[in-house]
């Protein structure tokens, strides 16, 4: 999560925010921040269900915008 955070910020918010997307970047942005400089507030249930469970969803979106990019550049 801190490296997909971190790279959302370098990313243009036209690029992120378009009509296919659903994913909030700027809650993941949020959550790069409390992990690297919050980290006693993070919860570990909820670390753990994005590592699982929500990453597949999260992957599918990167992919999707990593095509954007390269079709586009």
Do not use: C
């Amino acid at each position: 999560m801190l490296i997909i955070g971190e790279a959302t910020n370098h990313i243009s918010e036209e690029t992120l925010y378009d009509e296919e997307n659903s994913t909030p970047w700027k809650l993941i942005v949020g959550l790069r921040n409390l992990l690297s400089h919050e980290y006693f507030r993070v919860d570990n249930k909820t670390i753990f269900q994005l590592a699982t469970k929500d990453i597949e969803a999260m992957k599918r979106e990167i992919l999707r915008i990593k095509n954007k990019l390269e079709n586009n550049g």
